[in-house]
């Protein structure tokens, strides 16, 4: 199983970045996908997460209205859009996948996801 996420940088205070992160190595169609972050001295924290049939997104209060989870029509490519970013969005990225289909809360929990990507640099600067 291969996570590959791409799409950080740096960004000014109310800029936009749009985080990718494809999945490969796995069978059985859609995946339920996650997106976490951890800042320098912080925990890992849930950002965001879809569900394999994209019925239902899910979000971390402090992003809702300002980030967005998509999936392409391939299923296997989940984008991250994220708006009006701030200083304390700064973070390492992580994308993750599960199989099956979790019970909602379950996608708001690190330990549900198997599989993580290598994370992707996000700085928005004040």
């Known amino acids: 199983v291969q996570l590959q996420a791409s799409g950080g940088g740096l960004v000014q205070a109310g800029g936009s970045l749009r985080l990718s992160c494809s999945a490969s190595g796995l069978t059985g169609g859609r995946l339920g996908m996650g997106w976490f972050r951890q800042a320098p001295g912080k925990e890992r924290e849930f950002v965001a997460a879809?569900?394999?049939?994209?019925?239902?997104?899910y979000y971390a209060d402090s992003v809702r209205g300002r980030f967005t989870i998509s999936r392409d029509n391939t299923g296997n490519r989940v984008y991250l859009q994220m708006n009006t970013l701030r200083p304390e969005d700064t973070a390492v990225y992580y994308c993750a996948t599960v199989e099956g289909n979790p019970i909602m809360s379950s996608y708001f929990l690190s330990s549900t996801y198997p599989y993580w990507g290598q994370g992707t640099l996000v700085t928005v600067s004040s």
């Open positions: 879809i569900r394999k049939s994209s019925t239902a997104t």
